[in-house]
């Protein structure tokens, strides 16, 4: 009897699937199997609660090789920071240091140094650049002309997980349902969990057509070198490339620096309109979205939006009624668009009102904000960003500084200080900002306290915290 290993089975059963649905295998794919590679890099322990970082886990992910001077499309979860005061990568609000000791190599060859290009978080994705171009594969060209109708065939390249010492696998599939919006994407069930997104979607002519998406449900724990079972009917989303080529030219830069995000936002919280809504303000369309919230010194703000407003259209985009996308939609056209002037239809008191706004780059996030480490109580903060404001659903004129890190066992976390906890005062000294957090942590410490009094907001409570410097360590 033939023993077969684990990977040799999977890759049997899948040529099996293929043979039995009539499938002929693209001679291309072979070749275009060598321009996948593996990322290799280093974060910081995943614990959000350290200042100092005293261990590292290496992690691996797919990669791309997209031109000939070594630049590689993969996943964001490589460096997931929100840079945007709009993201929604809230999970990872805490990782703010890019990756180190990045590598990629073809097939276990040899490993190249990479640095990171930068991130797109709307379609997360990111770039890194090989420091090397010589002895490359060929780069993969994509075609973004490709329409794949429900139920057209098509062949993902990925690596499986560390339980199958990464190998690359190909498989057959189909593309079981289209989603149009926020943007194109092919939806096909898959038969096991890869390595990470960002695989290759090839056409049966053997064309690389598009990449495998980062959905929600590979947002913890996929891009791990660990043993992740094999699962079943699990649904694999695919990004076309035409959705992404303009990246292939122009990559995303990421800037240590604020510099401005380069994509516009307008500044208001929505919400879809119903027709249970649409009734009660008397109106006969369903076509709208609902602005519930307008943040201060906004382009909303500054172009008279209020809430209660209904927004019907912005620029060439007619908002749908009913849509549980419209929201998404909306922001994603907004983000599209250059700064400057944008026509706008919104109704208000029964009566249609036309409204220019003069759209601006989305101010920085907590990822650019000043941090500040009171390195004997173990202890840092940062400044207040809208971001903050807006996941803590805070009042937008709310002072302080919110808690970023907080080492363990160390004074402050012995205490009971959390991360995001919103510091309001220090021994009943107010803390307005970052400055006054400084001056005033330094007073207290400077005095030689048995105990330093801490008054903070957490969640919907407040509660002082009193730190004893004796647990320093």
Same mark, same amino acid.
């Not at 991130?119 to 420091?131: H, K, P």
């Not at 092919?186 to 002519?205: E, M, N």
């Not at 919104?346 to 036309?354: A, M």
């Not at 919103?422 to 048995?450: G, V």
């Given at each position: 009897?033939?023993?077969?290993?684990?990977?040799?089975?999977?890759?049997?059963?899948?040529?099996?699937?293929?043979?039995?649905?009539?499938?002929?295998?693209?001679?291309?794919?072979?070749?275009?199997?060598?321009?996948?590679?593996? /990322?290799?890099?280093?974060?910081?322990?995943?614990?959000?609660?350290?200042?100092?970082?005293?261990?590292?886990?290496?992690?691996?992910?797919?990669?791309?090789?997209?031109?000939?001077?070594?630049?590689?499309?993969? +996943?964001?979860?490589?460096?997931?920071?929100?840079?945007?005061?709009?993201?929604?990568?809230?999970?990872?609000?805490?990782?703010? +240091?890019?990756?180190?000791?990045?590598?990629?190599?073809?097939?276990?060859?040899?490993?190249?140094?990479?640095?990171?290009?930068?991130?797109?978080?709307?379609?997360?994705?990111?770039?890194?650049?090989?420091?090397?171009?010589?002895?490359?594969?060929?780069?993969?060209?994509?075609?973004?002309?490709?329409?794949?109708?429900?139920?057209?065939?098509?062949?993902?390249?990925?690596?499986?997980?560390?339980?199958?010492?990464?190998? /690359?696998?190909?498989?057959?599939?189909?593309?079981?349902?289209?989603?149009?919006?926020?943007?194109?994407?092919?939806?096909?069930?898959?038969?096991?969990?890869?390595?990470?997104?960002?695989?290759?979607?090839?056409?049966?002519?053997?064309?690389?057509?598009?990449?495998?998406?980062?959905?929600?449900?590979?947002?913890?724990?996929?891009?791990?070198?660990?043993?992740?079972?094999?699962?079943?009917?699990?649904?694999?989303?695919?990004?076309?490339?035409?959705?992404?080529?303009?990246?292939?030219?122009?990559?995303?830069?990421?800037?240590?620096?604020?510099?401005?995000?380069?994509?516009?936002?307008?500044?208001?919280?929505?919400?879809?309109?119903?027709?249970?809504?649409?009734?009660?303000?008397?109106?006969?369309?369903?076509?709208?979205?609902?602005?519930?919230?307008?943040?201060?010194?906004?382009?909303?703000?500054?172009?008279?939006?209020?809430?209660?407003?209904?927004?019907?259209?912005?620029?060439?985009?007619?908002?749908?009624?009913?849509?549980?996308?419209?929201?998404?939609?909306?922001?994603?056209?907004?983000?599209?668009?250059?700064?400057?002037?944008?026509?706008?239809?919104?109704?208000?008191?029964?009566?249609?009102?036309?409204?220019?706004?003069?759209?601006?780059?989305?101010?920085?996030?907590?990822?650019?904000?000043?941090?500040?480490?009171?390195?004997?109580?173990?202890?840092?903060?940062?400044?207040?960003?809208?971001?903050?404001?807006?996941?803590?659903?805070?009042?937008?004129?709310?002072?302080?500084?919110?808690?970023?890190?907080?080492?363990?066992?160390?004074?402050?976390?012995?205490?009971?200080? /959390?991360?995001?906890?919103?510091?309001?005062?220090?021994?009943?000294?107010?803390?307005?900002?970052?400055?006054?957090?400084?001056?005033?942590?330094?007073?207290?410490?400077?005095?030689?306290?048995?105990?330093?009094?801490?008054?903070?907001?957490?969640?919907?409570?407040?509660?002082?915290?009193?730190?004893?410097?004796?647990?320093?360590?």
């Amino acid at each position: 009897m033939v023993k077969r290993t684990p990977i040799a089975a999977i890759l049997l059963t899948v040529s099996l699937v293929a043979a039995g649905a009539g499938n002929t295998w693209p001679e291309n794919l072979n070749r275009l199997k060598q321009s996948l590679c593996l /990322v290799e890099y280093y974060l910081p322990q995943a614990e959000t609660n350290e200042i100092q970082d005293n261990t590292r886990i290496k992690q691996k992910i797919t990669g791309i090789l997209v031109d000939e001077a070594g630049l590689v499309m993969t +996943s964001d979860i490589i460096f997931p920071a929100n840079i945007d005061i709009v993201a929604r990568n809230r999970f990872y609000a805490q990782i703010q +240091s890019p990756p180190e000791d990045i590598t990629v190599s073809f097939e276990k060859d040899e490993k190249y140094a990479a640095t990171l290009v930068g991130v797109d978080e709307d379609l997360r994705v990111a770039f890194i650049r090989i420091s090397q171009s010589e002895n490359l594969p060929e780069p993969v060209v994509f075609r973004s002309d490709h329409a794949l109708e429900t139920g057209d065939p098509v062949y993902l390249i990925q690596h499986l997980n560390g339980r199958y010492n990464n190998e /690359v696998i190909i498989t057959s599939q189909n593309v079981n349902s289209i989603q149009e919006k926020p943007w194109l994407k092919w939806l096909s069930v898959g038969a096991f969990t890869p390595l990470s997104a960002g695989g290759l979607v090839v056409d049966p002519q053997g064309d690389p057509i598009g990449v495998v998406y980062r959905n929600n449900a590979m947002s913890v724990g996929s891009h791990f070198d660990i043993d992740v079972p094999m699962t079943s009917g699990a649904l694999t989303e695919l990004l076309p490339a035409a959705v992404f080529r303009q990246l292939l030219t122009d990559p995303p830069k990421l800037e240590l620096q604020y510099t401005g995000t380069g994509k516009s936002w307008l500044g208001i919280q929505m919400q879809v309109l119903t027709s249970e809504m649409a009734a009660y303000w008397g109106l006969d369309t369903l076509n709208g979205i609902i602005i519930m919230r307008v943040m201060p010194n906004s382009p909303a703000e500054k172009g008279g939006l209020q809430m209660g407003d209904i927004i019907t259209s912005l620029g060439e985009l007619e908002i749908k009624g009913e849509d549980s996308q419209a929201i998404e939609v909306l922001r994603n056209h907004i983000r599209s668009l250059p700064d400057g002037p944008v026509p706008m239809i919104i109704w208000r008191d029964q009566r249609p009102l036309s409204k220019t706004i003069i759209l601006e780059s989305s101010p920085k996030s907590q990822f650019f904000a000043e941090e500040y480490s009171e390195e004997k109580l173990r202890f840092s903060v940062k400044e207040l960003t809208q971001d903050i404001i807006l996941e803590n659903d805070l009042d937008f004129d709310t002072e302080g500084v919110w808690v970023s890190r907080v080492e363990e066992a160390g004074a402050a976390s012995l205490s009971g200080l /959390v991360v995001e906890d919103l510091i309001l005062s220090i021994d009943n000294h107010k803390i307005r900002n970052l400055e006054d957090f400084k001056k005033e942590i330094q007073a207290s410490m400077d005095s030689d306290p048995q105990l330093i009094q801490v008054f903070i907001k957490r969640q919907d409570k407040t509660l002082f915290i009193y730190i004893k410097p004796d647990h320093m360590l």
